[in-house]
Nanobody, 122 residues
Framework: DVQLVESGGGSVQAGGALRLSCNVS????????MGWFRQVAGKEREPVAI??????TRYADSVKGRFTVSRNNTNTLHLQLNNLKPEDSAMYYC??????????????????RGRGTQVTVS
């Protein structure tokens, strides 16, 4: 079975930082399109960042320059969140799939996702 498990969320003050991690099992990790989206209760999913199988990355305009997505060789996807703002508060989800095109706009609809980790910025 494919499993994605997020960790690293928490509560921080504005201007602070967090590092989210997503541990992936059951995949041929290197061939996946992976990314992060976030969601506030009652609102739609918002794409945040994507990491393509060729190593390229793309970010939502709202987080560009503050968030960094990376992947290591031990099946872990990271999202570094710097200079956090209250509007970044949300549940953050890791997702993975093998779409024809690895598009940031689609990350919220990927077929595999974790249960999320909460980020709260005050």
């Amino acid at each position: 079975d494919v499993q994605l498990v997020e960790s690293g969320g928490g509560s921080v003050q504005a201007g602070g930082a967090l590092r989210l991690s997503c541990n992936v099992s059951g995949y041929t990790f290197s061939s996946e399109c992976m990314g992060w989206f976030r969601q506030v209760a009652g609102k739609e999913r918002e794409p945040v960042a994507i990491f393509d199988s060729d190593g390229s990355t793309r970010y939502a305009d709202s987080v560009k320059g503050r968030f960094t997505v990376s992947r290591n060789n031990t099946n872990t996807l990271h999202l570094q969140l710097n200079n956090l703002k209250p509007e970044d508060s949300a549940m953050y989800y890791c997702a993975a799939d093998r779409p024809r095109v690895c598009a940031l706009s689609d990350v919220g609809e990927f077929g595999n996702r974790g249960r999320g980790t909460q980020v709260t910025v005050s």
